[in-house]
């Protein structure tokens, strides 16, 4: 059954919720009273149309379905999850969430999106609100940092991990909570340096992006500082440096004043340094990075990886009929190249993953592998019959040539958005016992899968350019 979520306030987090419930498969309800509510949201979820996906080797849910509403009434109703994302004004929240407390299903969850409010102030005048605070891109980023009742915050973590995101319950609430906290220490600091002409907004930008801040995105602070300690580890740290803590190094607790001349001089040198760039430009630069580095994490199980990486193995393989499905997934743009289409390395990887998947269904997993035994590929013939885009839809079905023995035949077809046959790719694998390095028979069970779909194979035609070699004539 299709869960609903209501999203009151569409602005950039308002619109990344929505996108972040949508291509996970929720419905997805709407309050905005801005008239450009629909273009604004339209425009964030084309978005995290272009980059969730990209962060996954395996499709997402089928997207729920979007609406928009000018009363609370319907915008709530049925809502499994209810997230407030308005203005930090305190008055205003109150109104807002009591009015939903009231509203919305007894079922429902509702968050608050605040970065500074405290659960406790949100719910002063009656109302029954957590607070759920993303980060801006919500649909990529996966941290929520939830505060509240544990009878609400439990249930909500299980369901954003249902959607890809990390829950993170705080112990105790707090005013900012924690990141914002971090984040705050680091602005302070970081105006002081632009009002004393120490450096320019990009300069700060370079220091972070440059150094600690590849860093943090797979180790955080204590762990990075754990390495920085040597084989001696933290103690050694704290040790060396503790006592720099005294030093006259920071102005946390001195705030600069917020004249008009400190905020035209960053705001000129922000525009300075990026104001080429359109905001929507910026965005899909920084989206495309942040797919590129989490990507990367994911491959180690790193950071914000791990989190892909866990919600992907949630998610389901399509079904297999006669020619099993064994890949579908959104092609990042990272899989482009200079002529704008997709990379031909990128067509082997992608075969790859459809072996790796038929090897799977024929139960030659991870653990089978772990045994010691697997399938070693020995030859390649890839096909490119067509163009394939960033963020096209691309389908692999499998067809099996022959599965005797140690022997396996495969040959995948690589289907686009329109249904024709892209690429496909023909692969020759050996069944392997890993701890000699040499050719073996599988295992029984494996081998009865394997026959099971060599003989539904065996009735079908061979498909076309099946057994071409380079250079053959057509």
Known sequence: MTQKAAIIGGGVIGGGWAARFLLNG???AVFDTDPEAQRKIGEVIANARRSLPALYDKALPGEGTLSFHDDLTSAVANADWVQESIPERLGLKHKVLGGLSELAPGKAIIGSSTSGFKPSELNEKGARAIVAHPFNPVYLLPLVELVGDPVATQPAADILRDIGMFPLVLRKEIDAHIADRLLEAVWRESLWLVKDGVATTEEIDEAIRMAFGIRWAQMG???TYRIAGGEAGMKHFMAQFGPALK???????????FTDELVDLIAG??????????????ERLRDDNLVGMIRALKKTGSGAGDVIATHEAALEHPSAPDLPVTAKRQIPQSWTDYNGHMNEAHYLEAAAAATDRFMEMIGADADYIASGKSYFTTENHIRYLDEMLAGEQLTITTQVLKGEGKKLHLFHMLHGDKGTITATAETFLLHVDLNTRSSCMPTDEVLEKLTAFAEKHAGLPM????????????
Do not use: C, N
């Not at 040198?269 to 910026?282: M, P, T």
């Not at 498909?463 to 057509?474: D, I, N, T």
């Open 26 to 28: 929720w419905d997805v």
């Open 247 to 257: 030093w006259p190094w920071t102005k946390l607790m001195d705030v600069p004043e």
């Open 221 to 223: 602070l204590f762990e």
């Open 463 to 474: 498909p076309e350019g099946a057994g071409r070699y380079v250079g053959q004539r057509s």
């Open 269 to 282: 040198q922000s525009d300075a340094q990026s104001g080429h760039l359109s905001i929507r430009e910026l």
